[in-house]
């Protein structure tokens, strides 16, 4: 009776809708995908908690998914809330911006700079709910599309728009595209999908508030001056400092770095001299990781290097410090620059250095579709330490330097580099203010000329992170009590917003196999951004690629499905658990040891093929339901869940989610009605 029902309405709409079922489906679903980046893109660049909280407009995002899926057939209006929830959604966050908040005990934040806007508890809630509603509309469009074509093709069609979506969103941040251009598409696409009858609603709920949207992002790209790089939201002013003149760079509301000349920086601040005077012998080779603007470059090259290397994950910042620098080092013949991550230059390169140093390496926010890794979280694991020491000349050193706040996160640092180096480095503690620091280890200890000796990491300081667990800003192996009671909160909620739009609960009972494979699929892509990370770079090209990737082996899968005889579902089963065992035996260290072109393959199938496994599992079970739009619905809850279950990652490292999926995925098969095991 239920699917009757969403038939009907399905064909109503269609009737009423002036393009036809398939190419309205690409258009919704790319849609759906662009604007769910666009709005974690844009919302954690002017409200700081979300750039440490990434995946919470995720986990909204897939909860509004769902939930559209399970509204078809229960209404038969237009979804004009979308357009109207976004618009008020711009308003609030211009309104009230966050612009730092990073000092709470126990989590990823790192600085101690003072709140401006309103608290994480006010402002978090609003963001999530809004999240879900507004992806909720173009949702529910995809979700009407559904009973009018084959499951299959309808699925088919699903990700051809989705990886459009990627596509798009990929190519704008590619040309640096202001959020008044996403502001464009998105009033375009609502006033190309939503029936536009009857012409007054039509006009007040989608018109007006997609033009709102569009007024406010540009009036935020005219005033703001910002620069938007691939990352963040880049902002900057001179001012004047003790008669200098110096460029303050602020991203994402957060004060960043400076360009000073090299002078009046070793001036002002010991530390940024050190290194060069704790190596044994003047550097004449010198690679430095987190270049920025290009004030350390500079200090190089006034300390007598011959060349540098300079790598920078950021393009804007590298181009703010080519043009403003006051010393202009990015012109120096002898300099190099790189535009990509540190630990993948490492392991790349056949470069030796007399200095290899991490200038401040502090990239403030999370990878996108990783609740818990940093753009910088595998510069600092002691593989990556050792990756370094592989990289200096007989008689070079390693340096680090940063104003690391706590006393504990100094000596892990430090027993981090014993433990790579084979000897304790030089420690020098400039200020016990902000613990500014600076961490130095020679190749051999009489590559090192050390100041007073290093006293050893004190009691009760951490392990050293490894590339598993590379959360180095996490003292303890918990999730902090923080996001344990957001993540209830956001389960609770999400339960009563799934009985309030999609009934009882009874409706999704049959597809419980279907919710599990979501959250084993969401595990699974996870660790297959993080290891994609760790192997070519924690860079927004190889994230765009991978999650591309994904979609594409989803594509595959339902290829695969639609035009052969593929095995049994038991089988298929076999092949995905058989997968998983494959990805937990590989080990990183020898991946990273192929050259990169057997690396790729290599990489791509211990990731896929569990993924592509998983997915011929969903496609079979998803061709044989009652209930298209319902089971889909259950399957995308599914992955919010496995949103919230990321952060076990915190305790059981990247390589633990594996177990954790194939526990799930062995619930899954459990769950199979008999007839689909038949």
């Avoid at 064909?11 to 258009?27: E, F, G, K, Q, Y």
């Avoid at 709470?104 to 963001?127: M, N, Q």
Wanted: charged letters at 15%; one cysteine or more; a neutral charge.
């Amino acid at each position: 009776m239920t699917t009757q029902v969403q038939a009907a309405a399905s064909s109503d709409s269609t009737r009423d809708h002036w393009m036809a079922v398939r190419p309205r489906l690409i258009l919704a679903s790319a849609f759906m995908l662009f604007l769910e980046l666009a709005l974690i893109r844009w919302t954690g660049s002017n409200i700081v908690h979300l750039s440490y909280f990434t995946n919470f407009v995720l986990l909204g995002s897939f909860l509004g998914i769902g939930l559209g899926f399970l509204r078809v057939g229960r209404s038969r209006r237009q979804p004009y809330y979308s357009p109207v929830v976004l618009a008020v959604l711009v308003l609030v966050v211009l309104m009230f911006p966050v612009t730092v908040n990073r000092e709470t005990e126990g989590v990823l934040y790192w600085t101690s700079l003072a709140t401006t806007g309103p608290p994480a508890w006010v402002i978090l809630p609003v963001i999530f709910a809004a999240a879900a509603l507004v992806l909720m509309g173009p949702a529910e469009l995809v979700g009407r599309c559904f009973p009018e074509l084959p499951r299959l093709e309808a699925y088919r069609y699903d990700l051809i728009g989705s990886l459009s979506g990627i596509a798009l969103f990929t190519a704008l941040s590619f040309l640096s595209a202001p959020p008044v251009v996403w502001g464009v598409l998105a009033a375009v696409a609502y006033g190309l999908l939503l029936v536009p009858r009857p012409r007054v609603p039509y006009v007040l709920l989608v018109v007006v508030p997609s033009l709102l949207v569009v007024g406010l992002l540009l009036v935020e790209t005219l005033t703001a001056g910002a620069l938007w790089s691939p990352y963040y939201k880049v902002t900057y002013n001179e001012l004047d400092r003790v008669g200098v003149k110096v460029m303050n760079i602020q991203v994402n509301g957060i004060p960043h770095q400076e360009a000073v000349p090299a002078a009046a920086r070793l001036q002002w601040e010991a530390q940024y001299g050190l290194p060069y005077e704790r190596a044994a012998a003047p550097p004449k080779d010198v690679l430095i990781v987190g270049a920025g603007s290009g004030t350390d470059v500079a200090i190089a090259l006034s300390k007598g290097a011959q060349r540098v290397d300079a790598v920078e994950i950021d393009p804007k910042l590298r181009e703010l410090g080519g043009t403003y620098h006051p010393d202009h080092p990015y012109s120096d013949p002898r300099v190099t620059t790189s535009i990509t991550d540190g630990r993948a230059y490492l392991e790349q390169t056949d470069r030796k250095y007399d200095l290899i140093l991490f200038a401040l390496p502090d990239s403030l926010t999370l990878v996108s579709g990783a609740s818990s890794l940093r753009l910088e979280s595998y510069l600092f694991t002691e593989e990556a330490m050792r990756a370094a020491r592989e990289h200096l000349k007989p008689g070079g050193a390693f340096s680090m330097y940063n104003y690391y706040r706590e006393s504990w996160l100094v000596d892990r640092l430090a027993s981090t580099m014993q433990n790579a180096f084979g000897h304790k480095p030089c420690v020098d503690v400039v200020s016990q203010a902000g613990q500014q620091a600076v961490i130095t280890a020679g190749l051999t200890p009489d590559a090192q000329r050390c100041g007073p000796e290093w006293a050893g990491a004190a009691a009760g300081t951490p392990a050293a992170t490894g590339d598993d667990r590379p959360f180095l800003y996490l003292k303890d192996s918990t999730i902090p009590s923080l996001y344990i009671i957001t993540l209830g909160l956001i389960l609770i909620v999400s339960l009563l917003a799934v009985r309030v739009v999609a009934g009882p609960f009874a409706r999704m009972r049959p597809y419980a196999d279907l919710f599990l494979l979501g959250v084993g699929f969401l595990l699974l892509e996870t660790k297959s951004v993080t290891g994609f990370a760790l192997l070519f770079g924690t860079t927004w090209v190889v994230n765009a690629i991978v999650f591309a990737g994904v979609l594409v082996a989803v594509l595959a899968a339902v290829e695969v499905t639609r035009r052969f005889r593929t095995p049994p579902l038991p089988v298929m089963y076999g092949v995905l658990f058989a997968g998983l065992v494959l990805a937990w035996l590989v080990p990183n260290t020898w991946l990273l040891g192929l050259p990169v072109p057997v690396r790729v393959v290599a990489a791509v199938t211990v990731a896929f093929l569990p993924i592509f496994a998983a997915n011929v599992v969903f496609a079979k079970r998803f061709s044989e339901s009652a209930d298209a739009t319902t089971s889909f619905g259950a399957n995308l809850l599914g992955a919010m869940v496995g949103g919230c279950l990321e952060y076990l990652a915190l305790v059981v490292g990247y390589k633990g989610l594996l177990i954790v999926a194939a526990v799930l995925y062995l619930g899954a098969f459990a769950l199979l009605p008999r007839r689909a095991v038949a």
